[in-house]
């Protein structure tokens, strides 16, 4: 019941950046953590970012130093600054919103690109 929606994804050159958004149509306050994944082709999605509803942070280790998440309850939006792009992270990257009761929901995806 939880609708998402991922925006901001397209193609740069490596050392690029890009700002992803996911828009929730419920507030992001009531949820237990917000995250990104990514899953490129071929590949597993995978963690990338997390951000709990305590405003505690984690991250891959991969994107370290490079993804900034961050959110916005009033506009019940998450965000992902990603700097310093690489080729690896090339990837349709993807809103989750979890909840406390264990129940979880996804966007669509945005895709990334990065290549020269």
């Known amino acids: 019941q939880v609708h998402l929606v991922e925006s901001g994804g397209g193609l740069v050159q490596p050392g690029g950046s890009l700002r992803l958004s996911c828009a929730a149509s419920?507030?992001?306050?009531?949820?237990?953590?917000m995250a990104w994944f990514r899953q490129a082709p071929g590949k597993q999605r995978e963690f990338v970012a997390h951000i709990d509803n305590g405003d505690g942070i984690s991250y891959a280790e991969s994107v370290k130093g490079r993804f900034t998440i961050s959110r916005d309850n009033t506009r019940n939006t998450m965000y992902l600054q990603m700097n310093n792009l690489k080729p690896e992270d090339t990837a349709t990257y993807y809103c989750?919103?979890?909840?406390?009761?264990?129940?979880?929901?996804w966007g669509q995806g945005t895709q990334v690109t990065v290549s020269s």
């Open positions: 419920e507030s992001i306050f009531a949820s237990r953590f």
């Open positions: 989750k919103y979890g909840l406390s009761s264990g129940e979880s929901y």
